[in-house]
């Protein structure tokens, strides 16, 4: 076999292992960043719901006395 197609093989099999450990690590932040946003979303419609329902006399009240019960 020729030294120029070692060659080309060589650095063809670089360029590809590189795609696929690219694709690996992309597929990976990419799986982190939606559990991110679905946490954030999660805990802003927890946050709202909490502030809204304690703008509710009555269950304001029961929840401050629940806390003094414990």
Do not use: C, T
Not at 23 to 45: K, N, Q, T, Y
Not at 48 to 68: E, N, V
Request: proline letters at 3%; aromatic letters at 12%.
């Amino acid at each position: 076999m020729p030294f120029v197609l070692k060659a080309i093989l060589v650095v063809a099999g670089v360029f590809i292992a590189g795609a696929i450990v690219l694709s690996i690590v992309s597929w990976a932040l990419h799986s982190l960043l939606i559990i991110a946003i679905g946490a954030v979303a999660v805990g802003a419609l927890y946050y709202g719901y909490h502030r809204f329902m304690m703008s509710i006399p009555a269950y304001r009240r029961r929840q401050l006395q629940k806390k003094r019960d414990y």
